[in-house]
């Protein structure tokens, strides 16, 4: 195995689980940190994510990537870098896989339909979710909620965008439970999987996009990073049809942006002068980052994605299709909890907030498929978008 440079995450030094486990639970020789990617990998919330929106909500074809696709290629681009900078990469692995474990079905339209639903009562908070659905909601060990995962592993969920100092309820209430100084930076695998998830998501969209007919490759042309990666394709394979250079396009730009990634990591680890992973989370700020040109460039990139994808006119109608379902359900089992499964009504609170926090985390787990069938079973049939 190759050694970890001093600033990475040790599993023999973790600082350990909320609840202390006896040793004959162990099962197999694996340290802490792989032990907690395999308890997401088994979780049933990491299951649901193959059928939870990534760009296009419960789309037709099959070929389109969901969360859980989305995941597993973010764990990938994370593990590659990780293992390059001599970080721990089962703790950045760990870290990509459970990252999007806390969106609602229909992603970003199903967060803002729950965020208004539970206005005046905490909002709605996808991170948060992802700490309060690992150490609340699954249930998998007959001692206590929750998969009892390493605090290395819920630190990195918590912060992996940076030091929280404005925590909403949910992670509040995680960091309550298990400090996990919000405050400072996180570790270096954490940083390292923030942005394994920027490049994944910024050129497999692309793909999708593409795919889908959204965009075209003329549009593309206008983002600077994606004409002079085109222009390097094209003149490796000048004989090959343009329509077989679209996946080498995309695989030229994460090998692109990984290795500026990786070189602009290792010149900011040498001048911060860190020498342990406590250094990193003092060090007061984010060691793991792109260039300035490769930072503004992947800017442009996202602003003509928004534009041209994310906000395209099929997609904003998507979106409102999406915020009525989830809307629609929650106001339903807030009036009428008989129509909320025995499971959950069971352990439904009497009053608010936590009333309505609890019939969001239902609701918070569902897959796509799963809330339209409730919403047509219980309110009616909804007039969904050609290809929804």
């Not at 025995?342 to 439904?348: D, G, I, M, S």
Request: hydrophobic share 40%; with cysteine.
């Amino acid at each position: 195995m190759r050694p970890h440079a001093p600033w990475a995450s040790d599993p023999a030094r973790s600082k350990g689980r909320l609840h202390e486990e006896q040793n004959g639970t162990v099962r197999g020789p694996r340290d802490a940190f792989q032990r907690d990617r395999d308890r997401i990998i088994h979780s049933i919330s990491f299951r649901r994510l193959r059928h939870k929106t990534q760009v296009f909500m419960a789309p037709d074809g099959d070929h389109f990537r969901v969360r859980l696709t989305h995941s597993l290629e973010v764990a990938q681009i994370g593990r590659a870098v990780a293992r390059t900078l001599a970080l721990n990469e089962d703790l950045t692995e760990a870290l990509c896989l459970a990252h999007d474990i806390g969106h609602p079905p229909f992603g970003h339209a199903g967060e803002d339909a729950l965020k208004i639903a539970l206005t005046g009562r905490g909002g709605f908070d996808h991170n948060g979710h992802t700490l309060r659905t690992l150490m609340e909601i699954e249930r998998p060990y007959p001692r206590w909620n929750g998969l009892n995962l390493t605090w290395e592993t819920l630190e990195g969920l918590a912060k992996h965008n940076g030091p929280v100092r404005h925590p909403g309820w949910a992670l509040r209430a995680a960091d309550d439970a298990f400090p996990l100084a919000l405050t400072s930076f996180s570790s270096l695998e954490a940083q390292v999987a923030a942005i394994a998830d920027d490049i994944a998501y910024d050129n497999h969209d692309i793909d999708d996009g593409l795919r889908a007919g959204l965009l075209t490759l003329d549009q593309l042309m206008a983002v600077p990073l994606i004409a002079r990666g085109w222009s390097d394709v094209c003149a490796r394979f000048p004989d090959v049809d343009p329509k077989r250079l679209m996946g080498e396009l995309v695989r030229s730009q994460i090998g692109t942006m990984a290795n500026d990634l990786i070189a602009e990591t290792q010149a900011r680890i040498a001048v911060s002068g860190v020498g342990s992973v406590e250094d990193v989370r003092a060090a007061g700020q984010c060691l793991v980052g792109f260039s300035a040109q490769m930072r503004e460039e992947e800017r442009d990139l996202k602003r003509f994605m928004y534009a041209n994808l994310y906000h395209h006119p099929r997609q904003i109608a998507a979106a409102e299709a999406a915020h009525g379902i989830v809307t629609g359900l929650f106001a339903v089992y807030h009036d009428d909890p008989r129509a909320i499964p025995e499971e959950w009504r069971e352990r439904l609170p009497e009053s608010d907030p936590d009333r309505s926090r609890h019939i969001a985390d239902f609701i918070a787990g569902m897959t796509d498929r799963y809330a339209i069938s409730r919403y047509q079973a219980l309110i009616g049939p909804i007039d969904l978008p050609e290809g929804f």
